[in-house]
């Protein structure tokens, strides 16, 4: 059993649209939360850090369900340069990552 | 600005072939680590780092083994390389007291064994 499922997407949007991503992991004993953005062909950046009261950066928001273990993401006026694989991570006293939703963002 | 570098970006190896894959970051950081990053299977961890001379194994380190003779370098090496060590492999490094969550990683290393 993985312990971080996303889904893989691709989620096709146009400029200007909000999307969410979800996340689920497997082990309550998780301790910190993540999400990095991957763009193609390119190394893994962290995006933000997803605390137990939410947390905004932007266009960007970040929440934390404990109780059904979900994560989520949400990006509000897409650009195209949002487009990217966005990776979420478990720390669980070492990095779990999941295999990364697709955003297209299209003109 | 926090620089992580890896040997190869390519690398082609024949079934058996021992491999080693280096990894540099300039930053001074305690912690390094080497992923493989398989399409739907996400960045699995093989062996970590906390310090000179330390190591300890991630999820898959069947395979592999590491060196960290100095601190700015973590080796990852494939004794017998097989074909299922085809993967892009990912060296990354995390200060301690750096922003919380942050690994730095390098431009990855795609590794075709044949």
């Known amino acids: 059993r993985k312990e971080v499922e996303q889904d893989p997407g691709p989620f096709n949007v146009p400029e200007g649209a909000t999307v969410a991503f979800n996340c689920t992991y497997s082990?309550?004993?998780?301790?910190?939360f993540f999400w990095y953005r991957q763009d193609c062909r390119k190394e893994p950046k962290l995006l933000m850090s997803v605390y137990s009261s939410g947390n905004e950066d932007g266009r960007f928001t970040a929440q934390l369900n404990r109780a059904s273990q979900y994560i989520s993401l949400l990006i509000r006026d897409s650009k195209l340069s949002d487009s990217a694989t966005y990776l979420c991570?478990?720390?669980?006293?070492?990095?779990?990552f999941g295999s990364g939703t697709k955003l297209n963002v299209k003109p | 600005d926090v620089k992580v570098t890896q040997s190869s970006r390519y690398l082609v190896k024949r079934t058996g072939e021992k491999v080693f894959l280096e990894c540099v970051q300039d930053m001074d950081h305690e912690n390094m680590f080497w992923y493989r990053q398989d399409p739907g299977l996400g960045l699995r961890l093989i062996y970590f780092s906390y310090d000179v001379k330390m190591k300890e194994k991630g999820d898959i380190p069947e395979g592999y083994s590491v060196s960290r003779e100095k601190k700015e370098r973590f080796s990852l090496i494939l004794e017998s390389a097989s074909t299922n060590q085809t993967s892009m492999y990912l060296c990354?490094?995390?200060?301690?007291?750096?922003?919380?969550?942050?690994?730095?990683f390098g431009p990855g290393t795609r590794l075709t064994v044949t």
């Open positions: 082990n309550s004993a998780s301790q910190s």
């Open positions: 991570v478990v720390n669980l006293n070492k990095f779990y």
């Open positions: 990354a490094s995390e200060s301690l007291g750096g922003r919380w969550g942050e690994q730095y």
